[in-house]
C-alpha cells in the first residue's frame, strides 16, 4: 500500500469514526438537562479525534507540539461563543438569526485562529494565559452578566439533524488531519479547535428555541471548557510516552474524572 492510499484510507477513516462519535455524544446530550448540557458540549469530542488521527497520519510526538497551542484556541471558542449568543439577541425571523449568527461566530473564530497558526503559537505558558483571559470574559458575559431562567425543556435532535452533526463534526476532523498532513501540525492544531460540535449544536437548538434558552443551554460552557483544556495538556505527555491508543485512553479517561467533578460543582452553583 503506497502513502497516498494510505492517506486517503485515514482522511476517510477519521471522517467514518468522528462522525460517529459526535452521533453518539449528541445522544448523551439529549438524555441531559440544559443546564448539563453546556459542560457535555465542551467534552473534548473533534479534538480528541483530531490528535488521535494526526498521530496515526504523521507521529504521536506530532501530537505533543501542536496540543500547547489548543488552550488558547478554547479561548477562542469561547469568543465565538459570545459572538452567537449576543447575535442571538437581534430580532430577526428565524433563518436569518441563524444565517447572522453563524457568520459572525466564525468571523470571529477565523479573524483570531489563522494568525495563531501563522505564528505557530507553541509556548503553552501563553496559551495558557490566552485561555484564562478570554474565558474569564466569557464567563462575565455568559454566565454572571445574563440572570435568566427558563422552563425546562430537553434537548432533542431529529435523525436528520443527528446526521447533520455528525457529517460536519466529521468533515471538521478529517480536514484537521488534512492540513496537518499538508500545511503543517500547527494548522491541524488549530482546525482540530474549530468549534464543529458548538456551531452544529447552536444551529440546531437556535432552530427550535429563542435566545432566551441558547443563552441557559451554554450558561455553563465556560466552565467546562476547562476539560476541553485538560485534554491537550495531557496529552503532551501520554502521546509521546503511550502512543495514540494509551495516549488517547489515557487522556479521556482524565478528562472524564474531571467532566464527572465538574458536574458536581455545577450541582453546587445552582442549588
Known sequence: MNRETLFIIQLVTS????GVFI????????????KTAGIIISLPATIALSFFFIGWTLSPEKVAEVAPIVPIMEGVIMLFTITYLSLSRIKLNKIPSIILCTLGGLFVWFV?????????????SISIIGYVILTTIAYYFITVK????????????????KIFRATFAGFIIA????????????????????????????????WHYDSFFLFKVW??????????VIYPLTAIYTFPAFGI??????SY????????FLIKIQKKLNK
Open 253 to 260: 479517561a482524565i478528562c472524564l474524572i474531571a467532566f464527572l
Open 23 to 34: 452521533a453518539f455524544l449528541s445522544f448523551i446530550a439529549e438524555k441531559a438537562s440544559e
Open 219 to 228: 450558561k455553563n460552557s465556560p466552565l467546562g471548557s476547562i476539560i476541553f
Open 146 to 161: 445574563v440572570h435568566q431562567k427558563s422552563i425546562y425543556v430537553p434537548l432533542k435532535y431529529s435523525i436528520l439533524q
Open 175 to 206: 480536514l484537521s488531519v488534512f492540513l496537518a498532513k499538508t500545511l503543517g501540525p500547527f494548522w491541524g492544531g488549530v482546525f482540530s479547535s474549530f468549534p464543529a460540535v458548538y456551531l452544529s449544536t447552536f444551529i440546531i437548538v437556535h
Open 112 to 124: 483570531l485562529a489563522i494568525p495563531l497558526a501563522l505564528i505557530e503559537l507553541s509556548n503553552i
Open 245 to 250: 491508543w494509551g495516549g488517547t485512553i489515557f
Open 15 to 18: 471522517f467514518v469514526v468522528g
